[in-house]
């Protein structure tokens, strides 16, 4: 009895030790990889990365000697490498070197705060304290901003003085950038403020021509889209910083008063003169050349799929003479056959902006929106085993309803217009 007791405890202490052994390999495992990922950065000489991974490294054990060394190294390295760039960079004529001094000073503050936050570090062998030498950067990334704000303050100030809607926007982002350095600086935001009035283009976007001879068979589409991308950048306060869009509401009122139709507005001279007319400084026009819808089709791929799998059992005796059971496997067989149905729309055409007072081209551009279904599923013969994983998901599949051509059409104006939102309002921007 004694025995069995003093079994039962050795096997627990060993099952401890063997628990407490495969912990310690997991955590060392973990704060092992942040230390090699950092000395791969440190060997390509991004420092900053270094330091961060080696903080990471030491906040989950702040005892492992590699990451202690290496984060000392990287720690003056990365130092170093933006205190000389910070040297550099002050004796540059560039207009705005400050802004580069700011992103200097601004890594050197996060840094040195990464090593304040560190747990304390002492050498596993002699327990001595590990300290990295720290210095406060806050006052000059702030003397940095300063000076960076002034430069786009007076930068802004000599635009501001110019004519031209772009010179004038220029001014606002000028402004702008001066407020983002040092928020309430002077009196720049409400000199960003006039200077964006000044800088605001007004567009009007006249529904496009459709050319695609296809008239009405899938509703209204280039008024749908002209909605569709005036509502999607009237959203976006950054596109509608310095831009003011025309509603087609309004555009439709000047051309009952003017006794226009839409098709006078395919001459760019008159879509000009309208323009004029709506007080606007440009015009975005544009025309849909095709429509093109590919009724659904059903592709059918048929294969033979194989498995090995325990097809029966059988009783034997083993050496000892006792009846045991064992499987016996062998090859089983399906015929499967894949669906694949699919159909599709697209809707293909260009557009142009033009300024309205010179009548020249600004922008052109060619779009094309488009829109894809597909629908797989599968059926099969045979014994269900020998299917493999894809075309087991497959079979629990039915059938599919594709949309219809209408639907995808629409599919694929909506998906045009998101397009071409986007690239006006990078254009307005």
């Not at 003085?161 to 720049?188: L, N, S, T, V």
């Not at 439709?252 to 400084?281: F, N, R, S, Y």
């Amino acid at each position: 009895m004694m025995n069995k007791v003093v079994r039962t405890i050795s096997m627990f202490i060993w099952v401890i030790f063997i628990v407490q052994i495969l912990v310690g390999c997991a955590a060392l495992h973990e704060y092992g990889k942040l230390e090699k990922r950092a000395r791969r950065s440190y060997q390509h000489g991004d420092y900053d990365q270094a330091v961060f991974k080696c903080a990471e490294s030491l906040r989950q054990n702040p005892e492992y000697n590699k990451a202690q060394k290496l984060i000392q190294d990287a720690f003056k390295a990365a130092v170093s490498a933006h205190e000389s760039k910070i040297k550099v960079l002050e004796l540059s004529s560039s207009k705005f070197n400050w802004d580069d001094i700011v992103e200097e000073y601004e890594a050197l503050v996060k840094l040195n705060q990464t090593i304040r936050e560190l747990p304390t570090l002492r050498e596993k062998k002699t327990k001595e304290i590990i300290r990295l030498q720290v210095t406060d950067y806050t006052q000059n990334l702030a003397e940095a901003k300063t000076n960076a704000a002034e430069a786009h303050y007076q930068e802004g100030l000599r635009l501001s003085k110019q004519q031209g809607i772009d010179i004038q926007k220029q001014a606002a982002k000028e402004f702008k950038a001066a407020e983002r350095f040092c928020p309430g600086y002077k009196d720049a935001a409400s000199l960003y403020e006039i200077a964006r009035k000044a800088g605001i283009k007004r567009m009007a976007i006249i529904p496009f021509e459709d050319k695609s001879g296809k008239g009405d068979k899938y509703g209204a589409l280039s008024e749908m889209i002209t909605d569709e991308i005036i509502s999607e950048v009237m959203h976006d306060p950054s596109a509608m910083e310095f831009l003011e869009l025309i509603s087609r509401d309004q555009l439709e009122q000047v051309m009952q008063e003017q006794q226009l139709a839409l098709t006078d507005l395919v001459d760019e001279h008159t879509a000009v003169q309208l323009g004029k007319i709506l007080g606007v400084h440009e015009i975005l026009t544009g025309k849909i050349t095709q429509i093109i819808y590919a009724p659904e089709r059903i592709i059918k791929k048929s294969e033979k799929q194989k498995a090995n799998v325990v097809v029966r059992t059988e009783k034997y005796r083993d050496s000892k003479g006792k009846e045991q059971t064992r499987y016996i496997y062998g090859d089983v067989y399906a015929n499967v056959t894949i669906y694949t149905k699919t159909t599709e729309a697209s809707i293909v055409g260009s557009y142009k902006i033009i300024d309205v007072e010179t009548a020249k081209l600004k922008k052109s551009e060619s779009f094309a929106g488009k829109a894809n279904f597909e629908c797989k599923w599968a059926t099969f013969t045979g014994d269900k085993r020998a299917l493999s994983k894809e075309a087991k998901r497959l079979v629990k599949k039915s059938e599919g309803f594709a949309p219809v051509a209408e639907e995808m059409v629409n599919q694929a104006a909506h998906n045009l217009s998101r397009s071409l939102a986007s690239s006006l309002k990078e254009y307005a921007r």
